[in-house]
Every structure is written in structure tokens, then in C-alpha cells.
């Protein structure tokens, strides 16, 4: 099966182990994953600023570039954005010559949990990981995009991994891209309160599937000095024993 890997702008430049380790865990998976230097940003931040007209630029080049190489699937390590890419024909409603491109590079985009589970049929990828874990449940990922229990489903056979409920697990940790800049103290007692709340669980770990939101959590546990490690769940899927 071949499928093209959208790698995400957090991923691509900041978050660079988690690329590695999607790649790595989709050919394990039997995938063969095509990369497309092309891809650019899917537009979110300027889309939910407002700016749509900016923001279709990108959408447009994102759109050639994941479709130039006919991949069965397209799969990207995060929800947000695999949601962004969704609304896509949306955005391009009317428009002759880009709705139905945007309806079939949204037909066949998938986030990767979604696809290991549900297209690839697989609950169990032969992980391992010792210890107690908390996971938190991204809101564009989980409310809007609707993917909740493949996640978990994965993390459930992980061996030696213990799945722990927190106190405020459904809530958002705060993020929200620029809410979290236009609204920064309400932004970040949101976080301080998602991070007391699983620091209570008494966790070892933090789980989670989009970047965005892990790197907010993870800042405010380092700056806390708590000693809880932060992990995108592809990475504890690569994992063989921790």
C-alpha cells in the first residue's frame, strides 16, 4: 500500500522525531510511504485568523503536492491539521477548478492512528513501555475530526503500559494556536490546570497525538520542574521496551 506522508509544519521543524518515527512505524506497518518535498503548510493558523484568502494559497500548493504522487492514502501525525485538510472542499465550494481536487485529497487524508486502526485493521503494533501513562485527548483531534478511540486502542496493548484517568482529561490544555497568544493568561492557567491535574494521577508519562498541545504541556511541566516525560503516541509506538 502506498501512502504519502504529510508531514505537518510542527513536525517538519520542530517535532522532528516524530516524523521519523511515523515513517518508521507505517513501513513496519507494511506501508510504503512516499514524501513529497513540495508540501507546504495546510493553512490553519491563517485560516483561523481570518485570512482565508492567504491561506489558500497554501491549500493550494499542499493540495498539488499530495496529489501529484496518487498515493492510495495520504497520513499525517496530527489530528489538527489532518482536520484542517477535511474542510478543505469548503474552502474551495464553487470553485471549478479546486473543489473537487479538495474533495479527494480529503476523501483519502487520514490521521495516523485513524489509518493504523481503522484502514490497516491493526490494534496491536508490538510496542512496549513500562510505566503509568496519561493521555490527553487533543480537541480538534477528538471533538471535531471525531477520532477517540483508535488512540486508545493502541495505547491499550502497548505491553507494560497502565493507561491512567485524570481529572479535566477532556478539557483543552490551553493551546488553541493563537489563543494561546491572543488570550495568554487564560491560555496558560488552562494549561496549569490540565498539568496539576495529571501530575495528581501520579503518571510517568504524557501521551498525546498532536504536537501542538503536547509542546504546550511539555513547557508547562518543564517549567514546573515536574519530572513527567512528554511523548507524541507515535513515539511510544516505536517503542520496545522503556
Known sequence: MNVSFFVTCITDNILTNVGIKSVELLEKLGCTVIFNPGQTCCGQPLANAGYHKKAKKSMRVLINALLEDECEYVVAPSGSCVLQVKEFPRFFKGEEAWESKAQRLAAKTFEITDFIVNVLKVTDVGAECHGRAAYHPSCHM?????????????????????????????????????????????????????????????????????????????????????????????????????
Open 142 to 242: 477528538s471533538r471535531l475530526l471525531g477520532v477517540k478511540e483508535p488512540p486508545l486502542q493502541l495505547l491499550k496493548n502497548v505491553k507494560g503500559l497502565e493507561l491512567v484517568p485524570f481529572k479535566g482529561q477532556d478539557k483543552c490544555c490551553g493551546f488553541g494556536g493563537t489563543f494561546a497568544v491572543k488570550m495568554a493568561d487564560l491560555s496558560g492557567a488552562m494549561v496549569a490546570e490540565k498539568v496539576h491535574n495529571i501530575v495528581d494521577a501520579g503518571v510517568d508519562y504524557v501521551i498525546g497525538a498532536d504536537g501542538a498541545c503536547l509542546m504546550n504541556i511539555n513547557g508547562r511541566i518543564r517549567r514546573e520542574g515536574f519530572a513527567i516525560k512528554v511523548y507524541h503516541i507515535v513515539e511510544v509506538l516505536m517503542m520496545n521496551g522503556v
